[in-house]
């Protein structure tokens, strides 16, 4: 597991300090800007989803939507904007303690912040899918193609990385 900085603990602080030659301040200060480039990507995407999810209730063939469905898309959309709050956050809280040398708390927060947004993202992405399929192709297909978007956020934004930080991690205690 990671620590409140998202490293994988003291072996892998104590490779940065061997391997890059970095002070616990370059440290946090390369954490931070790695974050910001991941944020970048995912806040472009979940602002775009939450602009089209709130633009729906004003379209016309929403009003056919049947009580499931609009429980969905409100669920949809409550996930929607609390992953654009979450991933978003980072950016408040270091305008807010910029300057007052908090950046293990910044960076840290920053990554719980991220990791949960793009969580919610995903079940927003998954309820999306549900959505769309089953108003073009029936509630049948708007549950297979969820349940399909669900299983494929599982498995790589999930899974897959937790495969490889296990790897990882039996990589170091063979090398060790």
């Known amino acids: 597991m990671t620590d409140e900085h998202g490293d ?17 301040t370059q440290r946090l200060d390369r954490n931070w800007s790695s974050l910001l480039q991941e944020l970048r990507v995912a806040q472009t995407g979940v ?16 009003s056919t939507l049947d009580d499931q469905s609009q429980t969905v898309y409100l669920a949809t959309v409550g996930f929607s904007v ?7 956050a980072p950016v408040g809280m270091h ?30 992405l998954t309820g999306v899918t549900e ?5 073009v192709a029936g509630q049948v297909a708007g549950w297979v ?28 205690a063979r090398a060790q």
């Not at 609390?82 to 978003?88: C, G, H, N, P, Q």
């Open 47 to 62: 602002q775009l989803l939450t602009g089209f999810l709130l633009t729906l209730p004003f379209q016309q063939r929403f």
């Open 145 to 172: 193609a969820g349940g399909i978007g669900l299983a494929g956020f599982c498995t790589f934004w999930v899974l897959v990385p937790l495969a490889m930080q296990n790897s990882r991690n039996s990589d170091t």
């Open 131 to 135: 959505l769309i399929f089953g108003t």
């Open 82 to 88: 609390a992953s654009t709050i979450l991933l978003i």
């Open 8 to 24: 994988l603990g003291p072996s892998d602080q104590r490779w940065d300090r061997m391997a890059r030659h970095e002070t616990e």
């Open 95 to 124: 305008r807010i303690l910029f300057r007052q040398r908090r950046m293990p708390l910044i960076v840290a927060a920053a990554h719980r912040c991220a990791f949960y947004g793009l969580l919610l993202l995903g079940i927003a």
